[in-house]
């Protein structure tokens, strides 16, 4: 019996509170970038490393490719940050650091938890969803299909969060071009939804506040975004149908899950993502 959640409910529970605070690390904790400084990223920039990095699972693409699947960063950042990464490393050898990082820094935050069975459950339930999901016009997705899954269960669940998340980050640049939100906007669009200012959340730092504030008033002329820079009714209700897009986008990859397995892999998940919102990503085990 398969289980009869709302697929699409379902996708942003696992996918968002469950499965993302796991992969989250990457950003979040010292360690992936102490890991890519020990191959070569040691100059104290964040951004070389972040595109090498997540770029890495796509081999050594032009940055015009990066730019374009990265979606929403401002015009040339992935020119000039990503361009020359691998005359420091090979992709081979950023995708082992970032794991090698992410999992210590995983290992870290969880603490005691890190070795707990829940471990190995939820890593083998997340893997198999994240290899069985549908590949089509997922290329971030696809290219980390093709990466070796780790042995080592907390690596296992990482690397399965890590797929499920690029996963659904692919769909929602894709609802992002058919409401027809450019990268730019959509970091907007995320700002807002957070409740932060456009320059506060980043991402889009290099630009000018002069032409940070053209995107804000391109939304303004759209009816998206209002005087005091704020969501429209509008612009909320465009920003929820992309949201429910994202979801519909991301469901084909939990409807495997039996009503069993669904209550085991929430009943592992929920106590590993409650622990790191209690903790943060700086916990530090005593």
């Known amino acids: 019996m398969t289980s009869t959640a709302p697929t699409t409910t ?22 992936p970038n102490e890991a890519m400084a020990e191959i070569g990223f040691n100059d104290g920039q964040y951004w070389p490393l972040y595109f090498a990095g997540r770029a890495a699972p796509l081999g050594q693409v032009p940055a015009a490719v990066v730019d374009a699947i990265f979606y929403n960063f401002a015009p040339g950042m992935a020119e000039e940050f990503y361009t020359g990464v691998w005359d420091i490393t090979t992709p081979s050898a950023a995708l082992a650091a970032r794991e090698a990082g992410s999992v210590a820094g995983l290992r870290r935050v969880l603490g005691p938890l890190a070795d707990s069975p829940a471990i190995a459950r939820a890593a083998d339930l997340a893997l198999r969803l994240a290899l069985n999901a549908p590949s089509e016009g997922r290329p971030l997705y696809a290219g980390l299909r093709t990466i070796a899954v780790p042995t080592e269960p907390l690596a296992r669940l990482w690397h399965a969060a890590t797929l499920l ?29 957070t409740g932060m200012t456009p320059r506060a959340y980043g991402r889009l730092d290099p630009l000018s506040d002069a032409e940070l504030e053209a995107v804000v008033d391109g939304l303004r002329d759209r009816g998206l975004v209002d005087a005091a820079g704020e969501f429209t009714a509008a612009g909320r209700a465009l920003k929820d149908r992309i949201e429910e897009q994202t979801d519909l986008a991301a469901a084909p990859a939990y409807k495997s899950l039996t009503a069993d397995e669904l209550t085991q892999f929430t009943a592992d998940l929920e106590p590993l993502a409650a622990h790191i919102e209690a903790v943060g990503y700086d916990y530090r085990v005593a």
């Open 10 to 31: 379902l996708a942003r529970y696992l996918g968002q509170k469950l499965l993302e605070p796991l992969h989250l690390v990457t950003y979040m904790c010292d360690e």
């Open 165 to 193: 998340r690029e996963h659904r980050g692919d769909g929602h640049n894709a609802a992002l071009v058919a409401a027809g939100i450019n990268g730019q906007e959509a970091h907007v669009f995320a700002a807002l939804d």
